[in-house]
T-cell receptor, first 112, second 116 residues
Framework: AQSVTQLDSHVSVSEGTPVLLRCNYS??????LFWYVQHPNKGLQLLLK??????LVKGINGFEAEFKKSETSFHLTKPSAHMSDAAEYFC??????????FGDGTTLTVKP | ETGVTQTPRHLVMGMTNKKSLKCEQH?????MYWYKQSAKKPLELMFV???????ENNSVPSRFSPECPNSSHLFLHLHTLQPEDSALYLC???????????????FGPGTRLTVL
């Protein structure tokens, strides 16, 4: 069994300040973990993924995430928020045989 | 055209209508997925096809009927829907089902369905 919990349904930051979107997971297997972003009226786009290689993963648009097995966490960070980062973000856990479990999503608001 | 495309982008239908959603992927992938995204609910996996064979049906009501004629095309046939079926329906593809645990899914822009 696997599950994923996004700890914040909404996060609001000012432009130029750091972003932290939190994700905790549970999995009976060695998981793969993903972060996707969804802009309004668009599909989901992959930001980054962890698949048992380096624990610090760098993605597109300056985002990165660190896999911490001891804390069962995979938090998404960005040093400096941009207005275009405003969107909904989904943390996803999967294992082989393809079953993906999506978190409930975190809405990121960026204030000017 | 590249990536995953979905048509129509918006659809309004009555409860007695029959309509179909279409998804096409131009990525050479072998697995395709239908998801339902409702407001204030997590993304729900509906169906998975791998090499044209259905591998997952997540207890979806029979008023939703998928069809996968080949690895590039996926349809969702709709009939006698209910207002609570109004949602964004997303199609996705990945290289294949067996390695999809490690490989990302590529999503289309979705079809916004409203059932009156």
């Amino acid at each position: 069994a696997q599950s994923v919990t996004q700890l914040d349904s909404h996060v609001s930051v000012s432009e130029g300040t750091p972003v932290l979107l939190r994700c905790n997971y549970s999995s009976s297997y060695s998981p793969s973990l993903f972060w996707y972003v969804q802009h309004p009226n668009k599909g989901l786009q992959l930001l980054l993924k962890y698949t048992s290689a380096a624990t610090l993963v760098k993605g597109i648009n300056g985002f990165e995430a660190e896999f911490k097995k001891s804390e069962t966490s995979f938090h998404l960070t960005k040093p400096s928020a941009h207005m275009s980062d405003a969107a909904e973000y989904f943390c996803v856990v999967t294992h082989n045989a393809g079953k993906s479990t999506f978190g409930d999503g975190t809405t990121l608001t960026v204030k000017p | 055209e590249t990536g995953v495309t979905q048509t129509p982008r918006h659809l309004v239908m009555g409860m007695t209508n029959k309509k179909s959603l279409k998804c096409e992927q131009h990525l050479g992938h072998n697995a395709m997925y239908w998801y339902k995204q409702s407001a204030k609910k997590p993304l729900e996996l509906m169906f998975v096809y791998n090499f044209k064979e259905q591998t997952e049906n997540n207890s979806v009501p029979s008023r939703f009927s998928p069809e996968c004629p080949n690895s590039s095309h996926l349809f969702l046939h709709l009939h006698t829907l209910q207002p609570e079926d109004s949602a964004l329906y997303l199609c996705a593809s990945s290289q294949d089902w067996w390695t999809s645990g490690e490989r990302e899914q590529f999503f289309g822009p979705g079809t916004r369905l409203t059932v009156l």
